[in-house]
């Protein structure tokens, strides 16, 4: 959809950009983060040709930009510029109306779009249509510049910090609003921040700049797990992923090496495994390596040594796949009173074991990187 190829920018004799190629899907939302000055606003800008490249191509659409009519570019994309950027001598109404009436778009429906849109960002179109910028708070403007983002219905948008004056509660609110509004209507949308709170919450893939290089370019789970040098781990934090249990998966707590015996065993020997192995529960397979079912010492260590394991172990079994979240496993580990949970793949084979244990050693090798890096 948007397609970065060697793209270097300098300004005077100074190198702000070097070589920077990125890819984003439509339908992404892509945040870019990174210091003050480190570029970001001149690669927004060069993607609505508002800034030109010294060398290398830019995409959209599959069209290189250099040859697109930059009015006509503009017009299909989307821009909140930081610092808002209305114009002062308009309405709210008109401000938000200017592309869509640019494009000679049905007035009534066009107006009726605004109102809904003022009410997304929390603006009552009663109140603030007739109004001009000036007569608004900051904050209020940045969401009339969202709404006007968003007004042009184009496939693409570009967002400078567009909640940096607002309060933490809007802020979060418009994000929330963000990310389902990105995800109904499918729009491409480049979002600037500072803030990595929020990166995280909003973006499908997170570019972390630095002196207009890409650190990293990758999904937020992928970059709060595996930060690709020092830079990015500072700049995200060690604690992020405390912050983020959601973003914990069993993958990252299980025990990948189950002990486990088949059901043609009999109970003397599987009493035999689990001393050896010191658990006090056995995963029960077949050929396959499907899970069939478990048995625990309580349940065995009273029934004729000779039972078949096939004879006696529990079938009805709860198990989770890899990609489950710590909060989903806890939830269902408490509602369920059981310690432990098998890990099976799509086929039902048994690939992991999830225990309370498990779990704390995997926080806690989590809080000693932590200790580490304050
Ligand atoms: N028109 C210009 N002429 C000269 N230098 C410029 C111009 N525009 C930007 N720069 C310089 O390019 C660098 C990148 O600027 P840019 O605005 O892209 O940074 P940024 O990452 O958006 O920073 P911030 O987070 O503070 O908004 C800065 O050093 C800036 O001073
Ligand atoms: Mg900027």
Redesign the pocket.
């Known amino acids: 959809m948007i397609q970065f190829k060697n793209i270097s920018k300098r300004?005077?004799g100074k190198t702000?950009i070097n070589q920077f190629s990125l890819n984003i899907e439509a339908g992404e939302l892509v945040v870019f983060i990174?210091p003050?000055?480190?570029?970001?606003?001149?690669l927004l800008k060069m993607i609505n040709k508002l800034v030109q490249p010294s060398s290398g191509q830019i995409f959209v659409n599959g069209s290189d930009i250099s040859k697109v009519n930059p009015i006509e570019l503009r017009r299909n994309i989307g821009y909140v510029i930081?610092n808002t950027g209305l114009f002062p001598h308009m309405t709210i109404q008109e401000n938000v109306e200017l592309i869509p009436k640019l494009k000679g778009e049905d007035s009534q429906v066009i107006e009726s779009k605004t109102k809904e849109l003022l009410q997304i960002v929390g603006l009552d179109p009663q109140e603030y249509l007739d109004r001009y910028p000036k007569e608004l708070s900051g904050g209020q403007q940045q969401r009339v510049g969202v709404a006007r983002a968003f007004s042009t219905d184009s496939d693409i948008i570009l967002m400078d910090e567009p909640f940096s004056a607002l309060d933490p509660v809007t802020r979060t609110s418009l994000q929330d609003e963000l990310y389902l509004m990105q995800k109904e209507l499918n729009k491409t949308i480049i979002f600037?921040t500072?803030d990595m709170d929020e990166a995280i919450k909003i973006a499908d893939k997170i570019c972390i700049l630095k002196d207009g290089n890409i650190l990293q370019y990758d999904t937020p789970e992928n970059i709060l797990k595996n930060p690709a040098d020092d830079f990015v781990a500072d700049f995200i934090g060690k604690r992020r992923i405390w912050n983020n249990p959601e973003l914990m998966t069993v993958e990252d707590f299980m025990i990948t090496n189950p002990i486990k015996i088949t059901a043609r065993r009999n109970v003397l020997q599987a009493i035999e495994i689990m001393k050896e192995y010191k658990v006090d529960s056995l995963m029960v397979t077949n050929k396959q390596n499907k899970l069939i079912g478990l048995i625990t010492l309580k349940g065995i260590q009273l029934l004729n040594r000779n039972s078949i394991v096939a004879d006696v172990m529990e079938k009805n079994i709860l198990s989770v796949t890899e990609d489950a979240n710590l909060i989903s496993v806890l939830a269902t580990m408490n509602e369920h009173r059981i310690g432990y949970l098998p890990v099976v793949n799509f086929e039902n084979q048994l690939i992991g074991l999830i225990t309370r244990s498990s779990i704390l050693s995997a926080l806690s090798s989590q809080l000693i990187d932590m200790e580490v890096a304050f």
């Open positions: 300004f005077g702000i990174g003050s000055g480190c570029g970001k606003t001149t930081q600037v500072h």
